[in-house]
């Protein structure tokens, strides 16, 4: 009995040490130059209904459910979707948009999990015509998730769809 409690309380004592040093935040971003002017990547990117044309998780699920609702392109406007295992049920929603410059989002994730982060996109003039597009996304990791992030990187995890989506984006609008 004695042997039991001294394990319990070494796992109590393990788990609460791990939950110290695990991440409490992540922040992922990628970005590319579009040759394009700023105005018309700024049009496309705040449009919810084009993010679709270029996202890699529509990709994955060519068959998702989507809604969208409000005005598109305007702050207030959402998507949802649902999805299979790879994309789940989720949506995003404007919260912000600074003409021109960036365009702040929240992700509501559903499915698998439950789940909240801010997004974003920023554009800045990269010479004549070109545009550098940067794509981030970052949030709050809660316990217990917060102690698998000391094993698993968000950068590596999300890092890799961002690079597809904007090379996409990119491929679409120089083409």
């Not at 679709?52 to 998702?64: A, I, T, V």
């Not at 970052?138 to 102690?147: C, Q, V």
Request: proline fraction near 3%.
């Amino acid at each position: 009995m004695t042997i039991l409690l001294y394990i319990l309380v070494g796992l109590i004592g393990l788990i609460l040490i791990l939950a110290l040093l695990a991440p409490k935040t992540y922040d992922v971003s990628r970005s590319i130059v579009i040759e394009q002017p700023r105005d018309k990547v700024f049009k496309a990117l705040r449009s919810l209904q084009e993010q679709d044309k270029w996202s890699p998780w529509g990709k994955r699920d060519p068959n998702m459910h989507k809604e969208y609702r409000g005005t598109d392109g305007e702050v207030g406007s959402v998507s949802y979707w649902r999805g299979n295992k790879d994309v789940g049920e989720g949506e995003q929603e404007i919260t912000k948009i600074i003409d021109g410059e960036r365009i702040e989002g929240e992700l509501r994730f559903l499915k698998p999990w439950k789940s909240e982060s801010d997004c974003y996109f920023e554009t800045k003039d990269a010479g004549s015509d070109a545009t550098k597009v940067t794509w981030g996304f970052s949030g709050k990791n809660k316990f217990p998730f917060s102690i698998m992030m000391l094993f698993m990187s968000m950068d590596k995890m999300v890092g890799k769809d961002f690079e597809e989506g904007l090379a996409t984006l990119k491929s679409i609008m120089e083409n």
